[in-house]
């Protein structure tokens, strides 16, 4: 099956700086890439996704990248602000299913 | 966002009670998922439900029953449960599963918290 890993398990960044998140996932046939995040107590949204026949999407300060050669694809926040701070879960599809990343949790110093 | 909601939100539990939560989409949804979340860990899809049959098992133990009377609506019962279940519960929606559903976004609700004494 699918593996996803992530990197790092903890970001912290002062505010007004970048933060990157990095995943790298096992099968080649992964097609649609989400990213989620999810504050303390609450339930994951979706923030940006890409699929594999894109290798970059941006919304505003979210940026997503993809390098399927090397099967790794990762979530840039510019101008970090404190509501950025929450965990973030990158997430890999093979055929039926999600498969997560163990999830970084971002801090956003003031 | 009320596009997905479960109940309850906290619940408490002995290992020989029996309990069920309960998932409720508002999206026109045809595919429902439930996920375990615990700390630190990737959330572990345990059930998936499309147009009301269910397509995925993962290697869940029994002692967790799914059930899906309609597309708008999934509950999980829970019998017989040991402390190591103790995690957050959270149930998903997507517009289709399967093959077609893969690469379309899923949409969580707030979770059912679970704790087994």
């Known amino acids: 099956g699918e593996n996803v890993e992530q990197h790092p398990s903890t970001l912290s960044v002062q505010e007004g700086d970048s933060a990157v998140i990095k995943c790298t996932y096992s099968d080649s046939a992964s097609n649609y890439f989400p990213w989620y995040k999810q504050e303390l107590g609450k339930r994951p949204q979706l923030i940006i996704d890409i699929r594999s026949n894109v290798g970059e999407k941006k919304d505003q300060r979210i940026a997503v990248t993809l390098n399927k050669t090397a099967k790794h694809f990762s979530l840039h926040i510019t101008e970090t602000q404190p509501e950025d701070s929450a965990v973030y879960f990158c997430a890999a599809s093979n055929d039926y299913k999600l498969s997560f990343g163990a999830g970084t949790t971002v801090t956003v110093r003031a | 966002e009320t596009g997905v909601t479960q109940t309850p939100r906290h619940l408490v539990m002995g290992m020989t009670n029996k309990k069920s939560l309960k998932c409720e989409q508002h999206l026109g949804h045809n595919a429902m998922y439930w996920y375990k979340q615990s700390a630190k860990k990737p959330l572990e899809l345990m059930f998936v439900y499309n147009f009301k049959e269910q397509t995925e098992n993962n290697s869940v133990p029994s002692r967790f029953s799914p059930e899906c009377p309609n597309s708008s609506h999934l509950f999980l019962h829970l019998h017989t449960l040991q402390p190591e279940d103790s995690a957050l519960y959270l149930c998903?929606?997507?517009?289709?599963?399967?093959?077609?559903?893969?690469?379309?976004?899923?949409?969580f609700g707030d979770g059912t918290r679970l704790s087994i004494l």
């Open positions: 998903a929606s997507s517009q289709e599963g399967g093959r077609v559903g893969s690469n379309q976004p899923q949409h």
